[in-house]
């Protein structure tokens, strides 16, 4: 079974972290949550998480794929965290696959593991260089890395990840349950 973990940092959006995790555990992928600062994390729209594990435990070899959901100042807490920062590193050397969505891909250039091309929250895109914004596209996958542009693309990217761990039947099984 596929592990993936699922950073949380206060203000994260909340769309985006739940259906991350509801999606990837429909397709029985195990999916962890680890809070930056403290196990129960506020959200941008004032929900709180409760975290199974603080960041500070997460070892990258017990994992196939981080995903960072977005949000503010959520995703600027995932680009200032030493922790996660490394843990991108760790997991991109590793050709573990990793997630971002809405403006969590700049907490992917600060850590340079972007490739040539990848999506983002709109305005977004300013605060990356040396790379291709696709801003046409909802969700780009590129090697190992996949980027989405927003809450919008929250099921989107989620049935992508479902499709990379898993495969394209399981996505398909998924996608046929949520109605799409």
């Known amino acids: 079974m596929p592990r993936v973990i699922v950073p949380l940092a206060t203000g994260f959006e909340e769309i985006e972290a739940i259906t991350i995790i509801d999606v990837l555990r429909r397709a029985d992928i195990e999916v962890i949550t680890a809070g930056?600062?403290?196990?129960?994390?506020?959200g941008a729209h004032g929900i709180e998480i409760k975290a199974e594990l603080h960041v500070d435990d997460v070892k990258s070899d017990e994992f196939d794929m981080i995903v960072l959901p977005g949000g503010m100042p959520g995703s600027m807490n995932l680009?200032?965290?030493?922790?996660v920062q490394s843990l991108l590193g760790e997991m991109d050397q590793g050709g573990k696959y990793i997630g971002a969505i809405c403006a969590a891909p700049i907490a992917l250039a600060e850590a340079e593991v972007l490739k040539s091309m990848y999506t983002c929250y709109p305005s977004f895109e300013e605060h990356i260089i040396n790379t291709t914004y696709m801003k046409s596209e909802d969700v780009v996958s590129d090697q190992n890395i996949i980027t989405a542009n927003g809450p919008k693309s929250a099921i989107k990217f989620s049935l992508e990840i479902v499709?990379?761990?898993c495969n394209k039947d399981k996505m398909e099984e998924i996608k046929s349950q949520l109605l799409l």
């Open 163 to 165: 499709e990379k761990l």
């Open 79 to 83: 680009k200032n965290s030493k922790k």
């Open 36 to 42: 930056l600062d403290r196990k129960c994390v506020k």
